[in-house]
């Protein structure tokens, strides 16, 4: 499947095999994607990837995570199928694989198995839990933001916990994953030798928690929900407008005269309670009370127009509708547009940017074994009638 280059691909010429389903696996095959490789994701014939609808997301997550990649549908617990996979290893880079580690097992797929069939394979296996005491439980994204703490610190004080309102733990784990191909295909360009990466998603969650780790350990105190603000400035956090929200981030002594003078809140800028940001943070609550009464009166664009001239930190609460029709959005060029059978759809395209080009590619996420032929035909050199024959006994669709 051919999708629009939107810059030329630093990884051209390498050879992604996605084994992948649900989020990390296949977000972690985009981003090689977007960096230029040939990704080739290998599906079960008739069923493919659970996401590809989901009821209450229908196909908006698959095809977000999948677009400009080839579909194969190859049985792969069929011994036929599983040869044919083989063969596409010995002609791979790179094999991520998140399936789950009972069925990777039972289907043969494990670096030793493949690093016999190309020693210079790197394969990333991304589990829930990675080895130990849980390590044969399932694992989904709100589990792990429950279990690393990340929950404990999201929502508003004291208990109200909420998860994340996006993959969170799932996209650490994309990325932790590249990290490792990216810093293993340098390895094997300078000594040849592939690498067999793990990457938990509890680990990578726990990640995100260093911090409140070490917080922990200096003052012997378990953090509590963050609501919408921090602990350690003031005001920072979300405050009611005229007619919607901002969300303040100050942080020093000069945002703080810079916010008050731009607003005209000389008063404040005077008082003895507020005057450096050890006493802001004292008086947190009343202070963020009475700017929160101040900003009632105000109209989001007018506060974040005056505030974002005089370099105070601040941006407003967009929902999904208002971030696309924000400018900057449109100048940065990180949204891009699919053109699918099901009209024209809006995704976001990779954020790096090297050398001043962004590297992405937007075609549409493929149809199920969309590309099974072509891969079959051009890459092992199939015969019409062997891929035929091999439609006709299932282990192709």
Not at 86 to 99: A, C, G, H, Q
Not at 127 to 132: I, L, N, Q, V
Request: charged share 25%; proline share 5%.
């Amino acid at each position: 499947m051919d999708g629009d280059l939107v810059g030329k691909g630093i990884l051209d010429g390498v050879r992604v095999l996605e084994i992948g389903h649900a989020v990390a696996g296949p977000a972690a095959g985009l981003i090689l994607l977007d960096l230029g490789a040939e990704v080739i994701k290998l599906e079960k014939p008739g069923k493919g990837d659970l996401f590809r609808n989901l009821p209450g997301m229908g196909s908006s997550i698959f095809m977000a995570i999948n677009r400009g990649k080839r579909s194969v549908a190859l049985d792969l617990g069929n011994i036929e199928g599983y040869k044919l996979f083989l063969e596409l290893v010995k002609i791979s880079d790179v094999v991520i694989d998140n399936l789950d580690p009972e069925a990777s097992k039972k289907l043969g797929i494990s670096y030793d198995v493949l690093a016999r069939e190309n020693p210079k394979i790197i394969y990333c296996k991304i589990t829930g839990f990675g080895g130990g005491p849980y390590g044969e439980l399932p694992a989904y994204d709100p589990m792990l933001q429950a279990i690393s703490g990340i929950m404990s610190v999201t929502g508003i004080p004291p208990d109200k916990y909420v998860r994340s309102g996006i993959s969170l733990v799932d996209m650490a784990g994309a990325f932790n994953c590249v990290i490792g191909v990216l810093s293993a295909l340098y390895r094997r360009m300078l000594t040849g030798k592939g690498a067999y990466i793990e990457v938990s998603l509890f680990d990578s969650a726990v990640y995100y928690m260093n911090y409140w780790i070490s917080y922990y350990d200096l003052f012997k105190r378990i953090p509590e929900p963050l609501g919408s603000g921090h602990i350690f400035a003031s005001p920072y956090g979300l405050f009611r407008t005229a007619d919607g929200h901002v969300y303040l981030s100050i942080v020093s002594d000069e945002h703080w005269k810079r916010f008050c003078e731009a607003l005209g809140f000389h008063d404040l800028l005077l008082d003895p309670r507020y005057k450096t940001s050890r006493d802001r943070v004292r008086h947190k609550k009343e202070l963020e009370l009475e700017v929160e009464r101040r900003l009632n009166g105000i109209e989001t664009r007018q506060i974040f127009k005056v505030l974002r001239e005089n370099k105070v930190p601040v941006a407003p609460l967009y929902t999904i509708d208002k971030l696309l029709e924000d400018p900057h959005v449109t100048s940065r060029g990180v949204v891009g547009v699919m053109e699918c059978e099901d009209g024209s759809i809006r995704t976001a395209l990779s954020p790096l940017v090297i050398d001043g080009t962004r590297y992405s590619q937007i075609g549409c996420a493929p149809r199920l074994g969309e590309d099974t032929e072509y891969v079959l035909k051009n890459l092992l050199n199939l015969t019409d009638e062997a891929v035929s024959e091999l439609k006709r006994r299932g282990v192709i669709d």
